[in-house]
């Protein structure tokens, strides 16, 4: 009995080895000794030792990776073809709505609904297949994107308001709206303080711009009030001490040497040329005089021009008559004018040798007119334009920048004397030379 037991227990263990194994299981119902033992009879008796030596058992081998198989990499089609329809529903979404009419907006944004709806469930699907994580992350990405989309959507319809699914505005009286209030008064506060910082700022720069200034202008203040006492003195000395030597000694001795010559002597001693000469000296010496006379008479403050009524042709032909060069100058009738005859004299002389001088005319000539209300300077010379004469005027213009025709002082000089006259002078450069025009009227 027990050698039959045994060999049914070992075949009952080598079978267990053996690829048919579905039909083993274990009943748990309870049998008595009595009835174990007649079933274990019947089932060694229902085999011979030959058959079962003779039986080729064929072992079942597990390898053990099989038994923990990892997710494929590889993307089934279905999984494939989710994520094209996904790419093409975005790819199928406006670029702008801004121009696009409401009722479109709303039917774009009841689509975007069902499919943010169908990702969520598919999402979820996804996770409880344990589907590759690509797919998954994906998924949850194309939901991102469709949701900021609704919300650009949601915020185009309410007119640049965001609202939710109610249509109320989001945190309308709540603390986000609280929140906005204070930093929009913390940046009132901030730009108000930096443009109050900037005002600041600028008008210390300015303040220390005007004081280096008045450091200059006082320096400069200095140096005028210097040159003035200079020119205060040289005035001085020109209108007492030279008065006396020009206009009494000199004119004196002449005429107390004439007294003492004959008429026979002088031509004996042959110096009636010399004293000719002498003559004529002294009397451009007076001249030139009183000119500087009444230069430095517009030195002093609140200076009025002492002014004659004069025929203004008679007295330029009597103060260039002395010059080389009247027979060059040519003066209509210009009737009566009240000006200072010295002053005017020499502004108009300073004109007619400009003329002169800057003329490459093989006959050079000046022409003094009058043209309504206009006393009228012209030459034949280069031309002067109205842009050359102003940048001359400028009253720092710097001498390395001055051509030829800019040089020299006496057209400043020039303007200022018929500026204190009242006069206004212009220019006008024509084919055949420039024009000097005085307004007279």
Known sequence: MKTKLTLAFLLIGLNSYTQDTTDFAIKPNWETPEEQEVQDTMVAASFNISDIISEKILPSWIEPDKLFEKPKDELSQEEVKLLEEDVQFMTDLPQNYESLPKENLQNILVQIDNKIAQLRKEIEDLIKARANQEVIKTKQGTLTVLEKEKNIITLTLSGGELRDANGNLIGENGELKIEQDRLKRYLYISLSILVL?????????????????????????????????????????????????INTYMPRGISSLEKRLTAEDIKNLKIEGSLKMIKEGLSHTQRVYKSVYEFTNLVKQNVVLNKNLVDVKDLLLKYISPNSYSSQVEIS?????????????????????????????????????????????????????????????????????HTEEEKGLGLNICVAILEEHGFKITCEGISTGTKMKIKIR
């Open 197 to 245: 910082l900037g005002l600041l700022i600028a008008v210390v720069l300015q303040r220390k711009r005007i004081q280096v200034q008045d450091v200059e202008i006082d320096d400069q203040l200095n140096e005028i009030n210097k040159k003035n006492s200079y020119l205060e003195h040289a005035a001085r000395i020109i209108r007492h001490d030279m008065h006396s030597g």
């Open 333 to 401: 009738d210009l009737g009566q004018m009240e000006i200072n005859e010295i002053l005017f004299c020499n502004a108009i002389e300073n004109l007619i040798k400009n003329g002169l001088t800057y003329n490459d005319s093989s006959e050079k000539r000046v022409k003094i007119y009058t043209d309504e209300g206009y006393l009228i300077v012209e030459d034949n010379g280069r031309g002067f334009t109205q842009k050359q004469f102003d940048k001359h005027l400028k009253k720092y213009a710097i001498k390395k920048e």
